[in-house]
């Protein structure tokens, strides 16, 4: 069984979600710590046809709370807006902001459980199955840290597989999970994935999934979420 364990992000780049489909269980870690400053909220779209971020609004963000303690402020609306005036001629528009209105009226605001919950929307929209679960549904010892926490849940979750993205390289240690029974692997995203985005610009790699969704069918997108390479 693969696994994969990553915090709760807000439409990251297409790398997290190569990840969760390359993998049969999928852990948000959502009872740690949050990261001020870090990609939580935030992320890449495209605007006025050049890369831009977007952030959306948080209740309560902290490095002194959990995941599962912080809560969504924003009503999307000026966020929607943004993407209608700067998407509304990509081949896949309509599909992709039907997706995101599924995403954005969510009623739980929780930021872990609405997070969980556009995982699952995308996951559905691309036939994908892999299986989301919450770290703080797992019963753990969580007086563990980093490498001795994720190697507990994916005991006790029976993987014999551990996926990490390409950027935990040098955390882990290959050996170190060969002797706990599990096989380490690293996904890089392939350096020669690109799309056709607008017609006037050179490709922009590195986006938000959103970018991704606003111009590649179901079946591109997930050609897209192949294209990975495992170290």
Not at 43 to 69: D, R, T, V
Not at 166 to 174: F, Q, V
């Amino acid at each position: 069984m693969k696994l994969g364990i990553m915090q709760p992000y807000f439409m990251p780049y297409i790398g997290y979600f190569q990840l969760m489909k390359a993998v049969d269980k999928y852990v948000i870690y959502n009872d740690v710590n949050y990261i001020k400053g870090g990609w939580v909220a935030r992320n890449n779209i495209l605007i006025q046809e050049q890369k831009q971020l977007f952030i959306i609004q948080l209740q309560g963000a902290s490095p002194n709370k959990c995941f599962n303690e912080i809560h969504i402020l924003d009503n999307f609306k000026k966020f929607r807006k943004t993407l209608e005036m700067n998407y509304s001629k990509a081949p896949c528009f309509i599909q992709a902001m039907e997706l995101m209105d599924k995403i954005f009226s969510f009623p739980n605001k929780r930021l872990d459980l609405f997070i969980q919950n556009s995982f699952k929307q995308i996951l559905s929209y691309l036939n994908i199955d892999t299986e989301l679960i919450l770290s703080s549904d797992i019963a753990k010892d969580n007086s563990l840290k980093g490498k001795d926490k994720v190697l507990e849940i994916s005991k006790l979750l029976d993987a014999d597989t551990y996926y990490n993205a390409i950027g935990g390289k040098d955390l882990y240690d290959k050996k170190e999970f060969a002797d706990n029974g599990i096989s380490l692997r690293f996904l890089k995203t392939n350096d020669t994935l690109h799309y056709m985005q607008f017609p006037d610009i050179d490709f922009v790699p590195n986006l938000s999934i959103i970018d991704v969704l606003m111009f590649n069918s179901v079946k591109e997108t997930n050609k897209l979420l192949d294209n990975y390479i495992l170290e």
